[in-house]
C-alpha cells in the first residue's frame, strides 16, 4: 500500500477560524513533509518531520502549527489565517535513512484546497 | 536553497510525438525524483532517479548527478499524458529537504 490520505479534501474558513488538516500513512514512513502549492507554481516545503520530531521549518508563519503525534499521523493546525494563504496543501512522507542525510521515494496525499475569506 | 530549473515551461503536442523535458540543478542532490501533477492536483510518481537510466513503458528518465541535469522522456504521447511535469530534489547538504523545479506544462492535443 503506498496510500497517502489527507482530509478533508476542501476547506473554506474565515480569517478568525481554528481548523485542523490531517494526514495519514500506513507504509512505515518515518519522514512526514507538509507542502504548500498555489496555482500553476511548484509545491514550497513548510515542514518536515523526521521520527515524530520537527526537524525542518522553513520560516513559515506560526498562524500555521505542524505536529506528529505518531509515526502515521500528521496535522497541521490552523488559526487566524490570511486570504492570500488559500492554496493547495500536500501532505507528503518517505523512508528515513537516519544518520545517511538520505531519504527515499516521496509519497503525495492528494491534498486540502484550502480557501480563506 | 539549491534552485532547480526546468524547460521548456509550456509544451503543446500532438498526440503520438515524442518529447523530452529537462531539469537543471544547482548542487549536488541525494535524491532526484519525477512527478506528473493531474488537473485535480494529485502528484503521482513517475522515477526516483538519483543517478542512471529507467525506462516504465513509454516513459523513461535519465539523471547526470556529475553533471547536474535529468531528462524525462515521453514517447508517443497520449492525451491523458497532459499536465504538469516536476522534477524535484534532496539537498545533499541537509537530508529531507526537497526543492520542486519549475515544472513543464505539457498539453497533447488529438
Known amino acids: 500500500d503506498t496510500e497517502v490520505t489527507q482530509t478533508p479534501k476542501h476547506l473554506v474558513m474565515g480569517m478568525t477560524n481554528k481548523k485542523s488538516l490531517k494526514c495519514e500513512q500506513h507504509?512505515?514512513?518515518?519522514?512526514m513533509y507538509w507542502y504548500k502549492q498555489k496555482a500553476k507554481k511548484p509545491p514550497e516545503l513548510m515542514f518536515v518531520?523526521?521520527?515524530?520530531?520537527?526537524?525542518i521549518n522553513e520560516s513559515v508563519p506560526s498562524r500555521f502549527s505542524p505536529e506528529c503525534p505518531n509515526s502515521s499521523l500528521l496535522n497541521l493546525h490552523l488559526h487566524a489565517l490570511q486570504p492570500e494563504d488559500s492554496a493547495l496543501y500536500l501532505c507528503?512522507?518517505?523512508?528515513?535513512?537516519?544518520?545517511?542525510?538520505?531519504?527515499?521515494?516521496?509519497?503525495f496525499g492528494p491534498g486540502t484546497r484550502l480557501t480563506v475569506l | 536553497g539549491i534552485q532547480v530549473e526546468q524547460s521548456p515551461p509550456d509544451l503543446i503536442l500532438q498526440e503520438g510525438a515524442n518529447s523530452t523535458l529537462r531539469c537543471n540543478f544547482s548542487?549536488?542532490?541525494?535524491?532526484l525524483q519525477w512527478f506528473h501533477q493531474n488537473p485535480w492536483g494529485q502528484l503521482i510518481n513517475l522515477f526516483y532517479?538519483?543517478?542512471g537510466t529507467k525506462q516504465n513503458g513509454r516513459l523513461s528518465a535519465t539523471t547526470v548527478a556529475t553533471e547536474r541535469y535529468s531528462l524525462l522522456y515521453i514517447s508517443s504521447s497520449q492525451t491523458t499524458d497532459s499536465g504538469v511535469y516536476f522534477c524535484?530534489?534532496?539537498?545533499?547538504?541537509?537530508?529531507?529537504?526537497?526543492?520542486f523545479g519549475t515544472g513543464t506544462s505539457l498539453t497533447v492535443i488529438p
Open positions: 507528503a512522507s518517505s523512508q528515513d535513512r537516519r544518520g545517511t542525510s538520505s531519504t527515499d521515494t516521496q509519497y
Open positions: 507504509m512505515g514512513h518515518r519522514a
Open positions: 518531520y523526521s521520527y515524530e520530531k520537527l526537524s
Open positions: 548542487d549536488s542532490v541525494n535524491n
Open positions: 532517479i538519483p543517478s
Open positions: 524535484a530534489v534532496e539537498d545533499r547538504n541537509t537530508g529531507n529537504q526537497f526543492y
